[in-house]
């Protein structure tokens, strides 16, 4: 079974300044690694995920992410965040074969003018 | 636009009344997934079917059930609520046949208060 953990229930942030949202997950096997978005009053949307390859994803809107297998991390960076940011971001986690997908109990990201 | 569809946004329900949340998808997906958020807590996977193919998962419990007539409908159906489990119900769907690499495609969700 995987889990993951995001130690940060909240991150208020200050515009234009740098963010990390962290998340760690456990799994006995190889892993997917997602990131998803909430904006208030609508579902989930996807930003980024890890699937192989290059352990660092980017999204279309500025944010990465960077696989660290040795820290079982996927923490989610921004250099410069904007308003529009203001959202709660859920890390995922899924297995291969299996479509099932876990995830963590989010982090709620503040940004202020 | 093909989307994901949850009805209602907000359901109040008695304790120990039977209560249906439905979910219905326009994209033809194979896989429809239940999960349970309560407030600050990680969205919960309950079940999920792939195809007609039923996924209950072990600590699911018996007072939850699922129904899927057909590809675009699935159906939550709480037997006998109890004040517990007043939280978020979000459903998903994913293509299928990518495994755990998928992206998985969200409704609003349903709100559900058991009085």
Same mark, same amino acid.
């Given at each position: 079974a995987q889990s993951v953990t995001q130690l940060d229930s909240q991150v208020p942030v200050f515009e234009e300044a740098p963010v990390e949202l962290r998340c760690n997950y456990?799994?006995?096997?190889?892993?997917?690694?997602?990131?998803?978005?909430?904006?208030? %009053?609508?579902? *989930?949307?996807l930003l980024l995920k890890y699937l192989s390859g290059s352990t660092l994803?980017?999204?279309?809107?500025?944010?990465?992410?960077?696989?660290?297998?040795?820290?079982?991390?996927? =923490?989610?960076?921004?250099?410069?965040? =904007?308003?529009?940011?203001?959202?709660?971001?859920?890390?995922?986690?899924?297995?291969? %074969? &299996?479509?099932?997908?876990? &995830?963590?109990?989010?982090?709620? *990201? %503040?940004v202020k003018p | 636009d093909a989307m994901v569809i949850q009805n209602p946004r907000y359901q109040v329900t008695q304790f120990?009344? $039977?209560?249906?949340?439905s979910c219905s998808q326009t994209l033809n997906h194979n896989v429809m997934y239940w999960y349970q958020q309560k407030s600050s807590q990680a969205p919960k996977l309950l079940f999920h079917y792939y195809d007609k193919d039923f996924n209950n998962e072990? +600590?699911? $419990? +018996?007072?939850?059930? !699922?129904?899927? $007539?057909?590809?675009?409908?699935c159906f939550l159906d709480i037997r006998s609520p109890g004040?517990? +489990?007043?939280?978020?119900?979000?459903?998903?769907? !994913?293509?299928?046949?990518?495994?755990?690499?998928?992206?998985?495609?969200?409704? !609003?969700?349903?709100?559900? !208060?058991?009085?």
């Open positions: 456990s799994s006995s096997v190889s892993v997917y690694l997602f990131w998803y978005v909430q904006y208030p %009053n609508q579902g *989930l949307q994803v980017e999204s279309i809107n500025g944010f990465e992410a960077e696989f660290n297998k040795s820290q079982t991390s996927f =923490h989610l960076r921004k250099p410069s965040v =904007h308003i529009s940011d203001t959202a709660e971001y859920f890390c995922a986690v899924s297995s291969y %074969n &299996f479509n099932k997908f876990y &995830f963590g109990s989010g982090t709620k *990201l %503040n | 120990g009344k $039977p209560v249906t949340l072990a +600590d699911t $419990p +018996d007072n939850f059930q !699922s129904r899927r $007539p057909n590809t675009s409908f004040l517990g +489990d007043a939280a978020m119900y979000l459903c998903a769907t !994913s293509r299928g046949g990518g495994g755990g690499g998928e992206k998985l495609f969200f409704g !609003s969700g349903t709100q559900l !208060s058991v009085l």
